[in-house]
């Protein structure tokens, strides 16, 4: 495997579930991230992991619970999701070169396309 | 807050016609500006950045902070570059610097 993998590709659950989203990248980069993608609305950034360390929570609620136990995995728990939570959630990595220096290049996942019932 | 505007969401072109898809930010700092597109049934992927000036498949773009805009133009659309485009905004940052703001989007349909 190549690139940045996702799986499950498409995932049911009620909303009492747990249920578990995961990513892998055999890029060799030090970034990784979480976007969620829902319909008409932008791609929105809800985790960031640099090195391992989490350094960006953007306001996600807590039945969302990351996990990245080194650089090249990505977990995206789940735990009593609404609804709305349905999306497609996609996974991304990134190399950091460090010194403020901005890529902006993110390889991404094909998603998770996740529907709550 | 930075933003990222796409004011339309589809364009339809005739192969062979000029393209010109409108990204405006709103970004106090020093903004570095992407365009990534997706093809149908690809993944997300990096088209071009601002900052490398560089023509790729044809496309350019130019960052204009006057107008704070980052239009993406291809003077003769080709069938192939049917697709959805994202234009997307780097902040300074002092986490992991590829943190992107994205825009809703725009679908290129270029018809024969």
């Known amino acids: 495997e190549t690139g940045v993998t996702q799986t499950p590709r498409h995932l049911v659950m009620g909303m009492t579930n747990k249920k578990s989203l995961k990513c892998e990248q055999h890029l060799g980069h030090n970034a990784m991230y979480w976007y969620k993608q829902s319909a008409k609305k932008p791609l929105e950034l809800m985790f960031v992991?640099?090195?391992?360390?989490?350094?960006e929570n953007n306001s996600v609620p807590s039945r969302f619970s990351p996990e990245c136990p080194n650089s090249s995995h990505l977990f995206l728990h789940l735990h009593t999701l609404q609804p709305e939570d349905s999306a497609l959630y996609l996974c991304?990595?990134?190399?950091?070169?460090?010194?403020?220096?901005?890529?902006?290049?993110?390889?991404f996942g094909e998603g998770s396309r996740l529907t709550v019932l | 807050a930075q933003r990222v505007t796409q004011p339309e969401k589809l364009l339809s072109v005739f192969k062979g016609a000029p393209v010109e898809l409108k990204c405006n930010y709103s970004?106090?700092?020093?903004?570095?500006l992407f365009w990534y597109v997706q093809y149908s049934r690809q993944r997300l992927q990096l088209l071009l950045r601002?900052?490398s000036r560089e023509s790729i498949k044809g496309f350019t773009a130019d960052l204009n902070k006057g107008e704070t805009s980052f239009h993406l133009k291809k003077p003769f659309a080709q069938e192939e570059d049917s697709a959805m485009y994202y234009c997307a905004l780097s902040v300074e940052y002092t986490g992991a610097n590829s943190k992107l703001t994205f825009g809703k989007g725009i679908t290129l349909s270029v018809r024969p």
């Open positions: 601002h900052i």
């Open positions: 991304a990595s990134s190399q950091d070169p460090g010194g403020g220096t901005r890529t902006g290049e993110l390889f």
């Open positions: 992991y640099s090195l391992e360390e989490r350094v």
């Open positions: 970004y106090s700092g020093s903004p570095e």
